[in-house]
């Protein structure tokens, strides 16, 4: 393929906007004539339609996926005192929330193929000194592709631990037939913009199979209110929007097949960077689907990669370029963290390459075009 001119790279999200246009802007206008735009009609409905999307008996919408996490921690009282198990090869937001909730994360080494929280790793910190206190561990689907749950499941088990899931990149992910998000005691969900269901501003979601818990995170996400302007207990503002949620249940409706897609051009890059002498592509384990919210790669030279691909019109990009134990916001809690060699080795060899549901494959073969040229 000639390298001269480069195919368009479709802006996203604005190109899903523009693939669901019209009836977005039905829906906003059907939310904008009801009347009712904190918690209407809106909102409920997304919330039963996204429960069942994720087989799950409750969905409670909040104002962001930060959100999400510090509402379940607070509805399970995990605060001061309380550690909260991790991974650092994430985005801060995971580690954030659990700091605003006032507990204190610890960090906990990956599996370097799934890149996801390793459950050897998780049993060797809660079988040290450093596990004392740790009440939960959120398990992060890191890019589109889901922890090993049942092992984590099996270690929180044994050591009177809740395990929480982090689904903020896993949309569509399942792990043994299993949405992502049914399966830990509860679940967060951004709807950020770029996210696999995103919406058109900020949003997020919890879900869960527990009906007290989610009792309990309906009433603390508003002010901690039972009955109106009463707070029962201490609580938070924090609302998905009525008319983010009538764009969410818009393009809630093709999101299986977005997915699809995503995995379709995950598919053709895992066949052309075959054999690639300088890039790994991602994995995905037995027993996983992988919902492909990014494609990230391993490369040794990736900063001279990543310059060569954007010299060429690749927009190529880092998630992210330091886990959060290397950021100075954190360093303090590196400290009362174990070593984390696999986050570590990998965290300087990662390159996100373009990929969402409106690209081409012209787009796809033009970046392996670009890479193998620099493999020359």
């Known amino acids: 393929m000639s390298l001269s001119t480069s195919p368009v790279f479709s802006a996203y999200p604005l190109e899903d906007y523009r693939n669901h246009k019209q009836a977005i802007d039905d829906s906003l206008a059907r939310a904008l004539e009801h009347g009712h735009y904190i918690l209407g009609n809106e909102v409920a ?69 799934s890149r996801t929280i390793c459950p050897h790793a998780l049993e060797s910190l809660l079988s040290s000194p450093l596990g004392v206190n740790v009440k939960a ?13 049942a092992s984590l499941q099996a270690v929180a ?30 679940a967060a969900f951004s709807f950020y913009p770029t996210k696999n269901l995103g919406a058109i501003g900020d949003g997020g979601g919890i879900t869960t199979n527990d009906d007290e ?35 969410l249940r818009v393009k809630l409706q093709s999101l299986s097949r977005s997915i699809l897609q995503r995995r379709k051009l995950a598919t053709l890059y895992n066949e052309l960077l075959n054999g690639s002498s300088i890039v790994m592509p991602p994995t995905c384990k037995s027993g996983c689907e992988h919902a492909y919210h990014l494609y990230v790669v391993r490369c040794s030279k990736r900063d001279a990669l990543m310059k060569h691909l954007l010299g060429h019109g690749v927009p190529a990009a880092l ?39 409106y690209l081409s494959e012209e787009a796809i073969r033009f970046t392996c075009a670009v890479i193998r040229e620099f493999e020359i």
């Open 213 to 247: 818990l989610a009792n309990r995170m309906n009433i603390i996400r508003q002010y901690g209110w039972k009955d109106r302007y009463i707070s029962a207990c201490e609580g938070v503002n924090s609302r998905l929007d009525e008319l983010q949620a009538a764009i």
């Open 45 to 113: 409905a997304f919330e039963k339609e996204f429960a069942t999307y994720t087989q799950t008996k409750h969905c409670i919408g909040v104002a962001n996926g930060t959100d999400a996490i510090e509402v379940i921690l607070r509805a399970l009282d995990i605060g001061p005192n309380c550690k909260v198990a991790l991974p650092s090869h994430t985005a801060v937001a995971s580690a954030s929330a659990i700091a605003r909730a006032g507990a204190t994360p610890v960090f906990v080494d990956i599996d370097l193929e």
């Open 319 to 357: 998630h992210y370029p330091a886990a959060i134990h290397q950021q100075p916001g954190y360093y303090h809690i590196t400290k009362q963290s174990p070593a984390l060699p696999n986050t570590d080795a990998l965290v300087k060899e990662i390159l996100t390459l373009p990929l969402q549901p």
């Open 157 to 186: 088990d044994k050591h009177g631990v809740i395990l929480l899931e982090d689904c903020a990149q896993a949309h569509g992910a399942t792990f043994q037939s299993k949405p992502v998000g049914s399966i830990g005691r509860a």
């Open 137 to 149: 561990v959120l398990a992060v689907h890191i890019y589109g592709h889901s922890c090993d749950l």
